[in-house]
């Protein structure tokens, strides 16, 4: 019924621009209103039927997808959470896919923070994501929460070569060697993968230059559209792999809907904000075509 | 008196916040922090002239039935119950509590919030159709100006964005380096332009601020 | 009929709505929490003391603040006891931790050798209140290395070398100086005096534990007259880190200076510039040629006016966010009064509708004068220029509504603008008006470049006052502009000579230090 | 001019209609929820009333018309007020009250913080300004204006003169040649990649130049014409590129903008999406 509808509209919008086109290659001009009609159709059709354009994975993104997706199961993966509230609505989406991608493979997932908003933001996730869509996850087995410690990258440089020195317990209270995921882990370079959400200081950077560097664990993670341009000539040899901004995230929500049946009806925000963005481009674009056809068309036939 | 005293007042005020950038000490901090605070002040009295003016120009627009007065009634209705419910009239005008009154903060939520927000997503609609009347070839400054947005707008375009790593790379430069180039030469500008004029006020020779008598 | 109805409606809304308020405490109104908490061990571990900066709310802000209470719990999800309530103010306290038979104390804690070397000076070129520590670092602080047991460097303060000491703030390991900044306000409870003597240690801090600790959690929670208005922290964790003093250092004085020395840079291009300024007016004076290039946005103006005349249509001009202090604002008035001057001339009707009150105050007294100029102060008319309301797009509203319905024939925007640029700019497409714009918000220019059909750009709306007034000392500023411009682009030359041939100095010139 | 006045009020009906159906709609789904019957009758008629407030915003697309206006002019009254009482309460009250009078403190309950006498001139200064509204002695208004146009002239030249003057200035110095290691170095490593050696030092070459001709375009006492006139054809054409790339840029944030207004729509008063 909605595929119905949405076919509809993207055909009343095709066709429209269309029957546009030919009007201009007349060299007629498109009032303003049509502008705003067509405008205001390309950002509502995508929201009111939820049209997911699927995205493709960027090879930035799919690298860190691809490493996730291949590493045995039970890895170690940490994910770090190093934003505030303020840049969660961006990057947000990121740690959620990424917890569902871990726990969904059967890895084990720890979770911590380099930034002290990190800590409630794990704990909100843990609620969220792992209560909701993985109930039979045991905390301390599973995953787990360590939380937040002051020292930005001196705490790297610490854990990567021993948890203990800096975490006595989790965020529960409980002691790490009386949890069963941290049988065997001593330090980073126990991980089997890095990974770091965040857009500030301290980042992906430090974590790629205190963290993955020195103890030669593979580094991935996730920035603000902001500062993501700073973080690309890490990649590849330093860093694994980056997700940019919602677009970032909205690559990585489909490449995970495409291989995992269960998600798919899982909340994908990232991809949702994809869909009116880039209809409502494509149309800007289209008039921007149409409006330079018409200009050349319109001068050539006032000129005959 | 009318004239010549306010350029002089102008001419001590300014060459004195001049001179007081240059001195760290407390006293002349003490007395930039003065002078910041009496402009505030002096703000709020303005703000009593500007409603009076609000309220002078709707009430003649109703008075004489101009064009719409009808609509005058509804600013003056929404001036006034803002205001009565600002200063909390029922239980304690005394205190800043007006801000917290429930009609107060709910017409800021149910008014103010959703027309703001609208009106600023009305740019959406704005700037695809200036998009659509601007962009161009007309010219080489309009064809520059429609190459350059094209290329950023498919950059950051989710489809055609990934098509090639080198229109990535060609957008991100436009955005630092010419960006940069152009930005630079602007504010140098505009900086010496305030300078200047802010000078020419300083000494009494732009004036047109004061009017005329 | 339906306005009539309409107004019914909004009466409605008023009266629907109710009167109804909420008893919970707002969060506004709750006090702030201390800030900058520490929790340290003492005598092997077995006692915590706890330091903090007291709330922004207490003894200033809301002063709402009568005191600190602590709690206790041995896990940060037990149940947490009060384990005393302490007096407003800037505070310590010491907890003595119960004794836990079961923990051994085992042998001597590894202990970090003490930072040394520590410096203290008044801060330069600033208000006093203000003193930099400088040290050497700990021998155990290998910084860089993965394998460094130095965590961080704590500071403290005291006012006699017996103490007491309190914490000021903390740095980095590898980090050898911290600022310590304290507050001019004598009521605030950072106040640092000045002409005081000041007594210093600096703590190095490791990551290592004093053997067998035990953790601790503590909340702390600001308290009011009203028991239920208060506001606690989450649990923090105390954890027997292991810690070194340095000796006391010390006494050292703060005071302020009288002449910031860092922005002598600043003061020669300020007299510089003056100067050439007051030169080139006295050679305009003398009467000197001056050339001008055209500003076609400004030549537009004149076409403008005269093209409302004809259609017998008004101005619409917007002096656009800024305050009356806004130099730009200040610029625009110029050009209003020039403007307003040829509307009064040729008759034309005259709109502007203000965004800031003084700016219409301003407004209204330079439009008066120009149509006195004019020989026309009859045709002047207070309520050309009005106030609309302080709120951004509230302002857009109205002036789009302008727009539509008195269909100006030329829209002028002059002035600050911000994100209604592009919002304004349009609407006045839509209604038809040749638009002329100026402004000097970078961000904005490109919206009217491609909105409006003459853009003043950056500068140009500088230039355009003194170009629209022909008045000699006017166009010998923007001469005077045009050697600052040029002596930019010879400092450019050679700051980029200089830098590549890495001499260093030259560019240090421009480094205005704070 | 009968017919359209007959189809506006057809068109009000309809609006009122909907309104009324939104209302009841709405007041039923809150009531679903658990809330009481008069708290569910009043937040179905605040969502309704800001969603008719949206959509009033919306139809000046179309073109004026009354909605437009009753929303246009509702909020001129009610943001003219609102910054008014914020102004009064937080300046007036807050600031000015505490410094001069203890028996007005009292009565506005804020902390009374000793009398300054300073304080009275910003007093005077502010009355000078509502003499404005006698056009006898409204001349005295322009002593504050001259006050303030004075303290901020001084303060904007000389933050100016720092920020965007001197240090855009000293910005501009860059090394024409990055890392030079000999041109064996750099024909071996050459790369488009944008931290690459040619790349890094052609973008120096262009930031340079462009910040030079993009000044020479602003010289206002020269003709553009010969070097001049190239140089700042040169400047014009940078400033244009830069115009178009800021432009490109924005499109993507204003279009969230909408997404959010129409996702107030369709969720929170449609209820059509979750």
Known sequence: ?304 | MKRQLPLSLVFIFGVFMIIQYFVPHESSEWIFEFLLDWIYIIGIFALALGIWSLIRVSWDKIKYRKDNWQYSLVTLLGLFAMIVFGFDYLRNFQTAEGLQNFMFVHFFDYIMIPIQATMFSLLAFFIASAAYRAFRARSILASLLLIAALIVMLRFNPYFGPISPYLEKTASWLLNVPNLAAKRAIVIGVGLGIVATALKVILGIERAYLGKD | MMHKLLIVMCLLFIAGAGYVSAEEIPDSLKPALPSDITIYPDSGGNVAVIYWFPSADDGAGKNIVTGYALYRSPSPKGSFEVIDTVPPGPNRYIDFLPIDTTVVDSGAPFSPAPVTEVTLADKDNDHGHAVIVKWKTSADDIAGSPSNRVLAYNVFRAESQSGPYLMRGQSASGDTQYDDVGSKEREARDYMPDYTDYYYIIRTKTIEYHPGHKDYFYIVRSITDNPDNYRETSPLQFDGTIYTDSQVYGPVQCFGQWFNSGLIPVLIFVICFTAITVFMIFRARRGAELFVRRLAGIEAVDEAIGRATEMGKPILYVLGLGTAAEIATIASFTILGRVAKKVAEYQTGLIVPCYDPIVMTVAQETVKASYMDAGRPDSYDENMVYFVTQSQFAYVAAVNGVMLRELPATNIYMGKFFAESLILAETGALAGSIQIAGTDEIAQIPFFVVACDYTLIGEELYAASAYLGREPVLLGSLKAQDYAKAAVMIIAIVGFITINLNWDWFVNLFRVAN | MAVTKKISLLILAIVIVLFAVSWIAKTGTFEDTGMPLGLSVRDGFLVTFAAFLTLSIFSFLYKDNPYYKFAEHLFVGVSAAYWMCVGFWSTFVGNFIPKVSEGLSNFFEVPYKGFDVFYFIPLILGIMLLLRMSSKIGWISRWSLAFIVGTTAGLNLIRYMRSDFISQVSNTFVPLVVDWQGFGAFFSDLSLNASGQLIMTMSNWVIFIGVFCGIIYFFFSKEHSGFFGGASKVGIWVLMVTFGASFGYTVMGRVSLLVGRLTFLFHDWLGLIN
Do not use: C
């Open chain 1, 1 to 304: 019924m909605s595929n119905l509808g949405l076919i509809i509209s993207l055909l009343i919008i095709g066709a429209g621009l269309l029957w546009l086109l030919i009007r201009s290659l007349q060299g007629k001009e498109v009032e303003r209103r049509i502008i705003f009609l067509f405008i205001g159709l390309a950002v509502s059709v995508p929201l009111l039927f939820n049209i997911t354009f699927s995205e493709k994975a960027t090879p930035i993104v799919k690298a860190l997808y691809d490493k996730i997706d291949n590493l045995p199961e039970g890895s170690n993966i940490l994910l770090s959470f190093d934003y505030g509230p303020t840049m969660a609505p961006e990057v947000q989406p990121m740690s959620d896919v990424l917890i569902r991608h871990v726990l969904a493979k059967n890895h084990h997932l720890f979770l911590m923070g380099l930034w002290a908003t990190g800590q409630s933001l794990g704990a909100e996730a843990v609620d969220r994501i792992i209560k909701g869509d993985f109930p039979e996850k045991i905390d301390g087995i599973d995953f787990v929460n360590i939380g937040y410690k002051a020292g930005n990258q001196g705490v790297l440089n610490v854990i990567v070569t021993d948890f203990r020195k800096l975490y006595a317990t989790d965020v529960g209270g409980r002691d790490l060697d009386s949890l069963p995921i941290f049988n065997g882990i001593k330090s980073l370079k126990d991980m089997d993968l890095l990974i770091s959400v965040g857009g500030g200081f301290p980042g992906v950077k430090e974590w790629v230059q205190f963290a993955g560097d020195p103890g030669n664990v593979p580094t991935g993670g996730g920035s603000a559209a902001v500062s993501a341009p700073l973080l690309y000539p890490y990649y590849p040899r330093q860093m694994l792999g980056l997700m940019g901004g919602i677009k970032g995230a909205a690559e990585y929500e489909s490449e995970f809907k495409r291989h995992y049946e269960r998600f798919k009806d899982m909340p994908e925000p990232g991809v949702k904000m994809m869909g009116p963005q880039t209809l409502a481009h494509l149309v800007i674009m289209a008039f921007i075509v149409i409006g330079n056809l018409s200009y050349f068309f319109g001068k050539k036939g006032k000129q005959s």
